[in-house]
Protein backbone atom coordinates (compact mmCIF):
# COMPACT_ATOMS: atom_id res chain seq x y z
CA UNK A 1 0.00 0.00 0.00
CA UNK A 2 1.30 3.28 -0.95
CA UNK A 3 1.15 6.11 1.98
CA UNK A 4 -0.03 9.71 0.81
CA UNK A 5 2.08 12.90 1.05
CA UNK A 6 0.17 14.94 4.14
CA UNK A 7 2.25 17.79 4.11
CA UNK A 8 0.64 19.54 1.09
CA UNK A 9 -2.75 19.24 2.75
CA UNK A 10 -1.56 20.40 6.28
CA UNK A 11 0.37 23.52 4.45
CA UNK A 12 -3.20 24.54 3.37
CA UNK A 13 -4.77 24.19 6.18
CA UNK A 14 -1.85 26.33 7.84
CA UNK A 15 -2.08 29.19 5.34
CA UNK A 16 -6.10 29.30 5.26
CA UNK A 17 -5.86 29.64 9.13
CA UNK A 18 -2.85 32.65 9.31
CA UNK A 19 -5.37 34.10 6.67
CA UNK A 20 -8.58 33.63 8.69
CA UNK A 21 -6.30 35.20 11.64
CA UNK A 22 -4.91 38.26 9.84
CA UNK A 23 -8.25 38.70 8.51
CA UNK A 24 -9.66 38.67 11.97
CA UNK A 25 -7.38 41.18 14.01
CA UNK A 26 -7.12 43.68 10.79
CA UNK A 27 -11.45 43.92 11.47
CA UNK A 28 -10.78 44.76 14.96
CA UNK A 29 -8.09 47.10 15.08
CA UNK A 30 -10.49 49.36 12.73
CA UNK A 31 -13.71 48.20 14.73
CA UNK A 32 -12.59 48.55 18.61
CA UNK A 33 -12.08 52.63 18.33
CA UNK A 34 -14.59 52.72 16.35
CA UNK A 35 -16.49 51.41 18.49
CA UNK A 36 -15.17 52.91 21.96
CA UNK A 37 -15.50 56.69 20.19
CA UNK A 38 -19.06 56.07 19.00
CA UNK A 39 -20.01 54.55 23.01
CA UNK A 40 -18.19 57.22 24.94
CA UNK A 41 -20.34 60.23 25.98
CA UNK A 42 -18.94 63.76 24.39
CA UNK A 43 -19.67 64.92 27.95
CA UNK A 44 -17.22 65.79 30.99
CA UNK A 45 -16.78 63.67 33.75
CA UNK A 46 -15.20 65.43 37.38
CA UNK A 47 -14.49 63.16 39.74
CA UNK A 48 -13.85 64.52 43.11
CA UNK A 49 -11.49 63.88 46.33
CA UNK A 50 -10.90 65.56 49.39
CA UNK A 51 -7.46 66.43 50.45
CA UNK A 52 -5.80 67.35 53.71
CA UNK A 53 -6.60 70.67 55.22
CA UNK A 54 -3.24 72.21 55.87
CA UNK A 55 -3.43 76.19 57.24
CA UNK A 56 -6.78 76.23 58.23
CA UNK A 57 -7.96 75.42 54.28
CA UNK A 58 -8.59 72.20 52.70
CA UNK A 59 -7.98 70.80 49.64
CA UNK A 60 -10.07 69.71 46.83
CA UNK A 61 -8.50 67.73 44.13
CA UNK A 62 -10.71 67.48 40.84
CA UNK A 63 -10.21 65.11 38.08
CA UNK A 64 -11.97 65.38 34.32
CA UNK A 65 -11.80 62.13 32.75
CA UNK A 66 -14.57 62.61 30.11
CA UNK A 67 -13.53 63.67 26.88
CA UNK A 68 -14.99 67.39 27.18
CA UNK A 69 -14.33 70.38 29.59
CA UNK A 70 -16.33 71.19 32.63
CA UNK A 71 -16.09 73.71 34.76
CA UNK A 72 -16.36 74.14 38.96
CA UNK A 73 -18.32 77.47 39.99
CA UNK A 74 -18.14 77.33 43.38
CA UNK A 75 -18.31 74.96 47.04
CA UNK A 76 -20.50 75.14 50.08
CA UNK A 77 -20.99 73.40 53.19
CA UNK A 78 -24.13 71.72 54.45
CA UNK A 79 -24.63 69.43 57.32
CA UNK A 80 -25.01 69.23 61.09
CA UNK A 81 -22.50 70.10 63.86
CA UNK A 82 -24.27 69.77 67.50
CA UNK A 83 -27.49 71.18 66.98
CA UNK A 84 -26.59 73.92 64.68
CA UNK A 85 -27.85 73.14 61.15
CA UNK A 86 -25.51 74.44 58.36
CA UNK A 87 -27.16 75.17 55.26
CA UNK A 88 -24.76 76.37 51.94
CA UNK A 89 -22.48 78.45 54.08
CA UNK A 90 -20.01 79.60 50.87
CA UNK A 91 -16.77 78.61 50.81
CA UNK A 92 -13.85 80.71 48.97
CA UNK A 93 -12.05 79.14 46.38
CA UNK A 94 -8.80 80.77 45.70
CA UNK A 95 -8.32 79.43 42.13
CA UNK A 96 -11.90 80.38 40.50
CA UNK A 97 -10.91 83.07 38.34
CA UNK A 98 -13.94 85.53 37.63
CA UNK A 99 -17.35 83.03 38.17
CA UNK A 100 -15.85 79.29 37.13
CA UNK A 101 -12.88 77.96 36.66
CA UNK A 102 -12.12 75.03 33.53
CA UNK A 103 -11.19 71.65 34.21
CA UNK A 104 -9.79 70.30 30.65
CA UNK A 105 -9.87 66.90 29.85
CA UNK A 106 -7.48 64.43 31.52
CA UNK A 107 -6.59 67.08 34.05
CA UNK A 108 -6.59 67.61 37.46
CA UNK A 109 -6.36 70.61 39.38
CA UNK A 110 -6.54 71.10 42.87
CA UNK A 111 -8.61 73.65 44.81
CA UNK A 112 -7.70 75.60 47.81
CA UNK A 113 -11.25 75.96 50.32
CA UNK A 114 -11.44 78.38 53.06
CA UNK A 115 -14.61 79.55 55.23
CA UNK A 116 -15.17 83.17 54.61
CA UNK A 117 -16.69 83.72 57.69
CA UNK A 118 -17.88 81.57 61.38
CA UNK A 119 -21.08 79.97 61.95
CA UNK A 120 -23.15 81.64 64.70
CA UNK A 121 -23.11 79.33 67.73
CA UNK A 122 -20.81 76.49 66.85
CA UNK A 123 -18.30 76.13 70.02
CA UNK A 124 -14.89 74.06 69.73
CA UNK A 125 -16.73 71.85 72.22
CA UNK A 126 -19.37 70.79 69.28
CA UNK A 127 -16.45 69.59 67.51
CA UNK A 128 -13.85 68.43 68.89
CA UNK A 129 -15.19 65.30 69.71
CA UNK A 130 -16.18 64.28 65.91
CA UNK A 131 -18.60 62.00 66.75
CA UNK A 132 -22.13 61.43 64.99
CA UNK A 133 -23.41 64.90 65.62
CA UNK A 134 -20.60 65.93 63.25
CA UNK A 135 -21.91 65.35 59.85
CA UNK A 136 -20.65 67.92 57.51
CA UNK A 137 -19.91 67.44 53.30
CA UNK A 138 -19.05 69.78 51.06
CA UNK A 139 -21.14 70.44 47.96
CA UNK A 140 -19.42 71.61 44.88
CA UNK A 141 -21.34 73.37 42.03
CA UNK A 142 -19.85 72.23 38.40
CA UNK A 143 -21.30 72.83 35.14
CA UNK A 144 -20.51 69.70 32.40
CA UNK A 145 -20.08 70.37 28.75
CA UNK A 146 -23.78 70.03 27.80
CA UNK A 147 -24.61 72.50 30.35
CA UNK A 148 -26.42 70.65 32.90
CA UNK A 149 -25.45 71.91 36.42
CA UNK A 150 -24.74 69.65 39.26
CA UNK A 151 -24.27 69.60 43.04
CA UNK A 152 -22.00 66.63 44.40
CA UNK A 153 -21.82 66.39 48.23
CA UNK A 154 -18.22 65.39 49.23
CA UNK A 155 -18.56 64.32 53.29
CA UNK A 156 -15.86 65.52 55.34
CA UNK A 157 -14.11 63.03 57.57
CA UNK A 158 -14.17 65.51 60.87
CA UNK A 159 -10.98 63.32 62.54
CA UNK A 160 -8.73 63.99 59.57
CA UNK A 161 -10.43 67.68 58.65
CA UNK A 162 -10.25 69.40 62.41
CA UNK A 163 -8.00 72.03 61.52
CA UNK A 164 -10.50 72.98 58.83
CA UNK A 165 -13.48 72.36 60.59
CA UNK A 166 -12.06 74.41 63.68
CA UNK A 167 -12.80 77.51 61.43
CA UNK A 168 -16.23 77.36 61.47
CA UNK A 169 -16.27 78.17 65.18
CA UNK A 170 -17.27 81.30 66.36
CA UNK A 171 -15.04 83.23 68.56
CA UNK A 172 -16.19 85.15 71.88
Known amino acids: ?26 VFVIVVPIAVNLFTPKNSDLIYSIQASADRSIGLLVSNSGTRAGTISGASLSGQIGDTEIDGLDLRVAELGGSATIVSPSETRLFVLTVLKPVPGVRMIDILPCGGAVAISIDVSSTDFLGQRHKDHLPINCVEQRDFLSTLVEMH
Not at 1 to 19: C, F, G, H, N
Open 1 to 26: MERKDTQPYTLTWTISIVALLNSIVS
